[in-house]
């Protein structure tokens, strides 16, 4: 909810900010764009060569046509009129072969620039930590990816080619004006300060404007993904016509923001037409006023009109490139904002690669508090836990919602970091050891097994990707996955959609189960791995459990009381401390907090 001081203080301040933060980051968006054209340095410096022969051959025919004209009025005809003729075709010629060049070269280095900048924002995503996805959503990440990046395209390929060569015709054709005829070029370039004013105009309303249409096309893209994803939700709730609602009520938000750019197009442009018409109506005027005192000569204002046309021309299409940069550095501010994110879990510089573990895990005076948006801290909700687990021990975390038992999962696969204490592995703490060995031998099984659109080969070998197929199949009979898989049209190879689809949640857990069971990991997450899974299915994978449990170190968040019995430690979390911790029977009979859970459970 926005806060709104009286007078609008708070609003112009909020405006100014984004304006001069806006200029502040010019360099910055140029030296994004700049880094990545550098690896085609030589194809760039031949596009501007082939811009700048095109551009000079466009300038030429005005003047040609002048000496033509006024040959023609002093009678001299003959073999200069012959060179002028050929000097016509030269340059079109050359104004077309160079502009194809340039137009080729611009284009080739342009999309490649973007394909560099896709890649290196989705590498950047990779690196981001787990925080940053919380915080934000799916929908707008995606509208970084793609809407934002195809909007630079049109900068890129079309854009610094127009901006460069309107910016050449326009100084070429005041010089060259001058150069004719002075007291002419300052009557017709008196118009000038009058375009300037519009223009600032013009930039400081449309580049907020064009800020918003970004945002809320984020905004539209992000509703948009989240209510294709949660379709099922959303028609079992019969919330389609509320769903239906707040999409219409975002898209006309997006509808007003461009409305506001439609608004001033409608008047800027119009008026950058009518300075044009008063510029060439000045050139008739004054430039025939002096043709009849015999001060200029017809081709030389014949040649002011038609560069006075040539003046214009460029000015329009830089008035109109305005829109393209707006939307463009718009969007590139956006993307920027998306690679200045730093990780918020780093390597340090001493970090080295975890060595092979046996598995023992202890939590020392852990303490923790989710990060909040601005660098903030939030409460705290873990204190001062203290945990020895034995390699090779199953421990199961459990308690009510919100004691703790996921916190403690994310912080061992160092998603997060404890705002005090440590973790160690085999009395390596984690803090000492870069992520990638960390997670080699870690593997994680999340209440709703996560499948990617690919086979389901693809997806159980996601943890080993060299697998062997004979690899996989075992892996899939031995947590019971693989007569549901020959039951499928194609087996293994069967395409499985968009988050595996065509699954039931249970056989989506067992793909899950396999997944985890190939890649082999010296401790295992298990968080509500079977929460998702019928009574048939869990007796089915009851004894692959024991064996994906067997010899490794592995923390099981449950409620069902089979996986908890079986545990060889059970430790009881109740607001963010160990309460109790011990094997079923002695958690029993202490009557403590267990006992009450264990109740619950068994009623249940």
Known sequence: MRVHQPGGHLMRQRDAEVEDWSWGTTRRRLGVLWRLARRYRARTFFSGFSLLTATAAALAPPFLAKLALDDARSHHTGSRLVVIIVAFVVAGLANWGMTYVETYMTGWVGERILADLRTQLFGHLQRLSLGFYERNRAGVLISRMTNDVEAIDQLVTDGVTTLAQSTLLLGGTAVLLVVLDWRLALATLAVIPFMSVASALFRSRSARAYAQVRERLGLVTATLAEDIAGMRMVQAFTREELATENFRTVARRYRDSNMQTVILNGVYFPFVSFLATLALAVVLGYGGHLYFQHTITLGTLFAFMLYVNNFFDPVQQLSQLYNTFLSATAALDKIIGVLDEQPEIVDGPGAKPLAQIEGRVRFEQVRFAYGLRGGETGEEVLHGIDLDVPAGTTVALVGHTGAGKSTIAKL????????????????????????????????????EGFLF???????????????????????????????????????YETQLGERGSRLSLGQRQLVAFARALLADPRILILDEATSSVDIGTERTIEQALRTLLSDRTSFVIAHRLSTIRDADLIVVLEHGKVIEQGSHEELLARQGLYTSLYGDWAAA
Request: aromatic share 6%; net charge negative.
């Open 412 to 447: 061992l696969a160092r998603f997060y970091e404890p705002t005090s204490g440590r973790i160690t592995i085999d009395g390596v703490d984690l803090n000492d050891v870069t992520q990638e060995s960390l997670r080699h031998q870690l593997g994680i099984v999340p209440q």
């Open 453 to 491: 659109a690919g086979t389901v080969a693809e997806n159980i070998a996601f943890g080993r990707p060299g697998a062997r197929p004979e690899d996989v199949v075992r892996a899939a009979q031995t947590v019971g996955a693989h007569e549901f898989i020959l039951r499928l049209e194609d087996g």
